[in-house]
């Protein structure tokens, strides 16, 4: 199967699936003990959410998108925060330019004791994994 993060970031399923994560992590930082996320489905851990490859499946829009200017409740404020720390600052709230993968979600979330495994098959993605993208 040859499948692209970059034309399915932020739709409804990574919407879900990452504020899970956040659920997760905000759990095991409770403890001081390190802990190691190994994501084996990395991607590049940044997409843009203008580039044609989220354009040309739109699939934002019915996921991440919707959450703008809405209220959302207090077990996605880690999820938004990751959300929107890989947007410029400065703007008015009412669009997002990029959208954190899992790995980016998972380092904004981890503290320096804890690690972080990446695994991705796509040969084009596991270049930029390591690089600016995570």
């Not at 970031?9 to 919407?15: E, L, P, Q, S, Y």
């Not at 003990?33 to 354009?55: K, M, S």
């Not at 959302?72 to 938004?80: I, V």
């Not at 720390?85 to 904004?108: K, M, Q």
Request: charged share 25%.
């Amino acid at each position: 199967m040859n499948y692209r993060h970059a034309f399915h970031a932020g739709n409804f399923a990574d919407v879900f699936k990452h504020t899970i994560l956040a659920l997760l992590l905000e759990s095991l930082r409770r403890k001081e003990t390190p802990f190691c996320v190994i994501d084996v489905h990395a991607g590049i851990g940044r997409y843009d959410l203008h580039a044609d490859e989220a354009l040309r499946t739109g699939e934002a829009q019915a996921g991440v998108l919707r959450l703008l200017g809405r209220s959302l409740p207090p077990d996605m404020s880690d999820y938004w925060r990751a959300v929107t720390a890989v947007n410029p600052p400065g703007g008015d709230g009412t669009e997002l330019r990029f959208y954190p993968g899992s790995p980016r979600i998972a380092r904004h979330l981890m503290r320096a004791q804890d690690r972080l495994l990446l695994v991705e098959l796509h040969p084009e993605d596991a270049h930029k994994i390591g690089r600016a993208h995570v």
